[in-house]
C-alpha cells in the first residue's frame, strides 16, 4: 500500500494512541483556559481582516468557536480510546486548519510590531509564536498517524490480514 504523506510511528518515543489523547487533552485544557480568559478579561479583540467588528461580537465569535475547537477535542480524545477514525476526522481537518490560521496570526503580529519599531516583541513573537506552530504541527501529524493506522487496521480482516475480494 502507499501513503500519500509520511506517518509517524510513535509520539516522542510512545504510542501513537497515547500522543493522540495527550492531543485532545491539551486541546481541551488550552481551549478551556482561553475562553475562560476571554469571557472574563476585558482585552479589547479584534481581526485582522475585518477591523469594523466591535469587541463584543469578535469574543462571542472567538467563544463560540473555542467551545466547538474543546468538543472537538472531546471527539478526538474519544475517537482514539475507542479507535474510531470518524471521531477523529473532525480534529484531523480543523487542526490542519487552526495551524496554518496561527501562523498567519504570528506572522501579521509581528510584523505589526516591527513597523511599530517594537523590534524586540516582533522578534520574541516570532521565536515563540513558530515554535508553538512547529509543536503543532508535530502534534497534527502523532494524530494523522495515528488516523492513519486505525484506518489501515479497519481495511484488514480479523486476523489482520485485507480481506478476500
Known amino acids: 500500500m502507499t501513503r500519500t504523506m509520511p506517518v509517524l510511528d510513535t509520539c516522542c518515543g510512545l504510542s501513537l494512541k497515547f500522543g493522540t489523547i495527550v492531543s485532545g487533552i491539551l486541546g481541551m485544557l ?18 485582522i481582516l475585518i477591523d469594523t467588528l466591535p469587541s463584543e461580537i ?21 475517537g482514539a480510546i475507542k479507535r474510531n477514525k470518524w471521531l477523529m476526522l473532525p480534529w484531523v481537518i480543523l487542526a490542519i486548519m487552526l495551524a496554518i490560521g496561527l501562523a498567519i496570526s504570528i506572522i501579521y503580529t509581528a510584523v505589526v510590531f516591527f513597523a511599530h519599531e517594537e523590534i524586540l516583541s516582533g522578534f520574541l513573537w516570532l521565536i515563540f509564536g513558530l ?35
Do not use: H, Q
Open 30 to 47: 488550552i481551549g478551556a483556559a482561553t475562553l475562560i480568559t476571554v469571557l472574563l478579561t476585558n482585552v479589547k479583540m479584534r481581526t
Open 58 to 78: 469578535v469574543k462571542i465569535i472567538l467563544a463560540i468557536n473555542l467551545v466547538m475547537t474543546i468538543f472537538i477535542s472531546l471527539l478526538l480524545v474519544i
Open 131 to 165: 515554535l508553538c506552530v512547529v509543536i503543532y504541527i508535530y502534534l497534527w501529524f502523532v494524530v494523522y498517524s495515528y488516523y492513519k493506522l486505525v484506518e489501515e487496521e479497519k481495511g484488514r480482516g480479523p486476523y489482520g490480514r485485507p480481506p478476500r475480494r
